[in-house]
Nanobody, 126 residues
Framework: QVQLVESGGGSVQAGGSLRLSCATS????????MSWFRQSPGGEREGVAGIYLGSGNTFYADSAKGRFTISQDNAENTVYLQMTGLKPEDTAMYYCAARTEAGGGTWSDNAIYTYWGPGTRVIVSS
């Protein structure tokens, strides 16, 4: 059974940094694509950053560019999201998502992902 588990969330002041981790288990191959999404209270789930695990190509939402960095650790089958310059509007539940198949839609389309973690909460205070 494939499982994704996020960690690293917490409460920080504006301008601070956090590093989120997404550990995977139960899948012996390599995921094709993994991404980070977030959802604030009353808001829709939106893509933050994505990575193609084969090529290492990365993608970012405009709100994340220049502040967030997605990376992978192939040995540990883990994906990270380094977040710097955090703003109150970054406050949300952050989710990790994974897809095993190639192709599909754009990285930020949450419908293309098969596996999801339970989320980790990020709170940024002003």
């Amino acid at each position: 059974q494939v499982q994704l588990v996020e960690s690293g969330g917490g409460s920080v002041q504006a301008g601070g940094s956090l590093r989120l981790s997404c550990a995977t288990s139960g899948y012996s191959g390599r995921f094709n694509r993994m991404s980070w999404f977030r959802q604030s209270p009353g808001g829709e789930r939106e893509g933050v950053a994505g990575i193609y695990l084969g090529s290492g190509n990365t993608f970012y939402a405009d709100s994340a560019k220049g502040r967030f960095t997605i990376s992978q650790d192939n040995a540990e089958n883990t994906v990270y999201l380094q977040m710097t310059g955090l703003k109150p509007e970054d406050t949300a539940m952050y989710y990790c998502a994974a897809r095993t198949e190639a192709g599909g839609g754009t990285w930020s389309d949450n419908a293309i992902y098969t596996y999801w973690g339970p989320g980790t909460r990020v709170i940024v205070s002003s």
